[in-house]
């Protein structure tokens, strides 16, 4: 299927995919005599993924650090890091720890901005 059926099956756009194949995420997909891009199933079974990843907050960088086990994934499961071989189970923990401090971050704010609502002192 061409580009903007691919993308429209993945739920992405073709500016996407391109991206995604620019970034090595993707690899690039077999051409028609024409020049166009022709994906099948498993590209667009990948791009699913690499969506997947991205909204668990995942950056590109992160995912193209895993991207030579994207095709390990079977269905919609995603399998501990540590499983599959050659993974790397120190992003999705990196990844983690920031978002714990993310979050420690935000609900100490959160706290100070309660505080001056309720007319407290914003202790630090």
Do not use: K, N
């Amino acid at each position: 299927m061409r580009i903007g059926d691919a993308a429209a099956a993945a739920g992405a756009t073709a500016r996407a995919l391109r991206f995604y194949e620019q970034r090595g995420l993707l690899p690039p997909p077999p051409r028609t005599a024409t020049g166009q891009r022709e994906y099948g199933p498993w590209q667009i079974a990948r791009v699913r993924l690499i969506r997947e990843l991205l909204d668990l907050g995942l950056t590109v960088e992160d995912v193209r650090a895993c991207a030579h086990w994207l095709d390990l994934v079977e269905g919609d499961t995603l399998p501990p890091c540590g499983a599959v071989p050659g993974a790397a189970p120190g992003v999705a923990a990196r990844r983690l720890a920031a978002l714990d401090a993310q979050i420690d971050r935000l609900t100490r704010l959160r706290e100070r901005l309660a505080a001056r609502l309720e007319g407290g002192s914003a202790a630090a």
